[in-house]
């Protein structure tokens, strides 16, 4: 089979949307002319979110929609052919884009592409707006309607593809508070009018399967700000993707000897069965479904049914179920159990909120526990079932599960009614009457998430963010490494946390910068959790910090959700230890491991804005000044600079028997004398090394004599005084 090379070029709307022939091969589908009609017209609603598969077509049916928008000449041609595919789908939708075209109106079409880390500077950029000011959204918004008003434009239309990894880079960076920036942009489309405006998000898993390794807190808000859009998911629209299984599997059926078919009347029956459960909600005719379960075969009719609508939920839609079709070997049934088996893990990773992990928990916790295979195959077909496509859970009748498992299989249905009632006697399944929902028993069912708010509700008053922090992710040091190559020397900064709070409310004067004898440097690594602190801060670096070289304030640019995250692990590390809570049911310890995990990641993942310098995601200053660092210079070279200035006086040290990275045994044992003459002979004249020029001379010599640290003082013998360390060993260090 050949296809036109058209047809397998991905769109990408910043390059296509200049050539308006390269959209011209699309062909509109119920599904796709949602998307359409959304960034077109905004409808449903101005602000859309698009969850598609890889290769649906969502990008080639927004570009669709940018035309009619955009509304340029040049583009008629392109169109021509598309407005007479669409009369045959929706033929007020073709009305609908007649009348655009014949109007005259012209848009403004902005279209985003993947990681965009400042929207207002890229949205200004994209609509040829020129500025050297950086600008808040808000004002960058209002600069885009004022040129659109000034053209004479009647909408705005910004189309935003691979908006998953905008959120993937999001998380990558710790910065998934920026998000709301998004719920911004979403709230003004909304709301303009004269021009209208309309915002498409594309992407291809829903929101908070992106949000896996955010804590608790952060998960929440993206589903706040989720609800913002008017959500568009081709899956509950899969008529083409079912027909399109079964003829891949009838094909591959072709090829393969299987086990004996249902019959025309067990397809009928099972059509019309399915139907009425309310599975295939895009057949509306029983005829045209027993049709595709024939050419389904061996693929169960539950089996069907469920393995889009998974693969869409915990995997990457149509690349995992083609890939799990490829695998399968088709001579004997597919069952509700093989799905399973093959999706287990991605279910069991699948930890956000709403994922499927803690289902997955309860399914395998009832699995260990039955006594055969139609025992698991059933507990497996009741977690199945019950997945929605959004997080949701489903209601799943007692004659529903019975058809699942004995549809197309072995399995007789008393041999499955008598195996359900095992289940529900062993308390594996539980059964609620009055409604008839059949689901896996999963003991006390405790909310393991408010309980996790209820603690941080008790520990927020008394938290002390400082010590835990130095507890669970300690300050790092860091070492000015060529300074120390150059002067053979092991000098490193430590790190520290600091308020920005206490240290706005001391002015400066903090014991923080002080240093003691014998460090080295500070690396003062500032929570600022507000914009506000962050500009008290900045000037307080630049008017009352210290002007020792020894101090490096660091200052993050963006502010830092520190404290909640700090206080969610902390939570979650207390109900841990709480054997009441662990002992109500046997999930819960592993739930509160998983979120322990990520909530230790998603700590580190925003403390390391602050204290990865080679991120630079911070402002540095010392000697209150701003240190600039420039784009591929290591960052260690910086604090070898204020060593430098630090210790201007620092020996050279070229004694062989001290500067060395693998010791021999005879300069082990050297150093060993050494340290037993400081132990035996301190009062005595050079320890009894004097005149002599062996190895443990040497070394006594370079660190103690020349040094000055061990010396005569009016005919007395003895150890310098703390206070002298660093004036005797400048002195000394000239004159030797």
């Known amino acids: 089979?050949?296809?036109?090379?058209?047809?397998?070029?991905?769109?990408?709307?910043?390059?296509?949307?200049?050539?308006?022939?390269?959209?011209?091969?699309?062909?509109?589908?119920?599904?796709?002319?949602?998307?359409?009609?959304?960034?077109?017209?905004?409808?449903?609603?101005?602000?859309?979110?698009?969850?598609?598969?890889?290769?649906?077509?969502?990008?080639?049916?927004?570009?669709?929609?940018?035309?009619?928008?955009?509304?340029?000449?040049?583009?008629?041609?392109a169109l021509a052919p598309v407005l007479r595919r669409l009369e045959c789908v929706d033929r007020g939708a073709a009305e609908r884009a007649k009348r655009r075209i014949k109007s005259r109106s012209k848009g403004f079409v902005i279209p985003l592409h993947g990681y965009v880390p400042n929207i207002a500077t890229t949205l200004l950029k994209l609509a040829r707006i020129r500025t050297r000011n950086v600008f808040a959204l808000d004002k960058a918004l209002n600069l885009l309607v004022s040129k659109a008003q000034r053209l004479g434009f009647d909408q705005i239309s910004i189309i935003w593809d691979e908006f998953g990894r905008h959120l993937e880079g999001l998380v990558t960076d710790g910065r998934a508070a920026e998000l709301m920036v998004v719920q911004e942009l979403a709230e003004w489309a909304v709301r303009q009018n004269a021009p209208r405006a309309t915002l498409t998000l594309l992407l291809h898993q829903s929101l908070l399967n992106y949000a896996n390794r955010l804590n608790q807190s952060a998960r929440y808000g993206w589903r706040k700000i989720e609800g913002r859009f008017e959500v568009l998911r081709f899956v509950e629209d899969s008529r083409e993707l079912y027909r399109l299984i079964a003829q891949i599997v009838a094909d591959a059926r072709s090829q393969t000897s299987t086990s004996k078919r249902l019959s025309a009347a067990q397809l009928a029956s099972s059509a019309r069965r399915a139907l009425k459960l309310g599975w295939f909600e895009s057949f509306a005719d029983a005829n045209a479904l027993k049709a595709v379960l024939s050419d389904a075969w061996p693929l169960t009719p539950a089996a069907l049914y469920v393995l889009p609508l998974l693969a869409a939920r915990v995997a990457q839609n149509e690349r995992s179920l083609f890939t799990f079709l490829n695998q399968i070997e088709l001579t004997s049934p597919i069952t509700l159990e093989n799905v399973y088996a093959y999706f287990t893990e991605a279910m069991r990773c699948d930890t956000g909120v709403g994922g499927t992990h803690r289902r997955w928990l309860e399914t395998e916790s009832a699995r260990s526990r039955a006594n055969n295979q139609i025992e698991r195959e059933i507990l497996a077909a009741t977690c199945l079932l019950q997945l929605g496509t959004g997080g949701e859970r489903k209601r799943l009748t007692r004659s529903a599960l019975v058809f699942a498992v004995a549809t197309g299989t072995s399995y007789a249905s008393k041999a499955v009614e008598k195996a359900i009632d095992d289940l529900l006697g062993r308390k594996l399944l539980l059964h609620r009457l009055r409604n008839d929902d059949v689901s896996?028993?999963?003991?006390?069912?405790?909310?393991?998430?408010?309980?996790?708010?209820?603690?941080?509700?008790?520990?927020?008053?008394?938290?002390?963010?400082?010590?835990?922090?130095?507890?669970?992710?300690?300050?790092?040091?860091?070492?000015?490494?060529?300074?120390?190559?150059?002067?053979?020397?092991?000098?490193?900064?430590?790190?520290?946390?600091?308020?920005?709070?206490?240290?706005?409310?001391?002015?400066?004067?903090?014991?923080?910068?002080?240093?003691?004898?014998?460090?080295?440097?500070?690396?003062?690594?500032?929570?600022?959790?507000?914009?506000?602190?962050?500009?008290?801060?900045?000037?307080?670096?630049?008017?009352?910090?210290?002007?020792?070289?020894?101090?490096?304030?660091?200052?993050?640019?963006?502010?830092?959700?520190?404290?909640?995250?700090?206080?969610?692990?902390?939570?979650?590390?207390?109900?841990?230890?709480?054997?009441d809570l662990i002992g109500t049911d046997p999930l819960v310890l592993p739930e509160l491991n998983e979120l322990t995990a990520v909530a230790r990641e998603h700590l580190h993942r925003v403390l390391a804005q602050l204290t990865d310098l080679s991120r630079q995601t911070a402002h540095y200053f010392s000697q209150r000044e701003s240190i600039r660092v420039l784009e591929g210079q290591p960052f260690s070279e910086v604090l070898s600079k204020l060593t430098d200035q630090r210790f201007p006086q620092t020996p050279r040290i070229v004694n062989e028997q001290v500067v060395r990275h693998r010791l021999t045994r005879p300069m082990v044992n050297a150093r060993k004398k050494v340290i037993i003459g400081i132990l035996e002979h301190t009062g005595s004249p050079a320890l009894g090394f004097s005149g002599m020029t062996t190895a443990d001379a040497s070394i006594y010599r370079t660190v103690l004599e020349h040094t000055g640290l061990y010396r005569e003082h009016n005919g007395v013998w003895g150890w310098v005084e703390p206070n002298e360390l660093l004036t005797v060993g400048v002195k000394y260090c000239r004159t030797k």
């Not at 036109?4 to 959209?23: G, K, M, V, Y």
């Not at 969850?51 to 570009?63: F, T, W």
């Not at 190559?485 to 923080?512: F, K, Q, T």
């Not at 460090?519 to 210290?546: F, H, N, Q, W």
């Open 1 to 77: 089979m050949t296809i036109a090379t058209e047809f397998l070029r991905s769109i990408n709307l910043s390059a296509d949307l200049e050539h308006p022939e390269r959209l011209a091969h699309f062909h509109p589908t119920t599904k796709s002319l949602c998307v359409l009609e959304a960034v077109a017209y905004g409808r449903p609603s101005s602000a859309t979110m698009v969850i598609a598969a890889y290769g649906s077509g969502k990008s080639l049916a927004s570009g669709i929609g940018a035309l009619l928008v955009d509304n340029r000449p040049s583009a008629r041609r």
């Open 440 to 579: 896996i028993w999963h003991g006390a069912d405790v909310d393991i998430r408010s309980r996790v708010e209820e603690e941080k509700a008790r520990m927020r008053r008394d938290f002390d963010l400082l010590s835990f922090l130095s507890k669970e992710c300690p300050a790092p040091f860091e070492r000015p490494l060529r300074h120390n190559v150059e002067y053979n020397i092991g000098r490193y900064w430590e790190g520290c946390y600091i308020l920005a709070r206490d240290l706005i409310e001391m002015d400066g004067s903090h014991p923080v910068f002080v240093l003691q004898p014998g460090d080295d440097g500070r690396i003062v690594y500032v929570i600022a959790e507000s914009r506000k602190e962050i500009s008290a801060i900045t000037k307080l670096a630049k008017t009352r910090m210290p002007e020792d070289p020894g101090f490096l304030l660091v200052v993050p640019k963006h502010p830092l959700e520190i404290t909640d995250s700090a206080l969610e692990l902390a939570a979650l590390i207390r109900l841990r230890e709480d054997h």
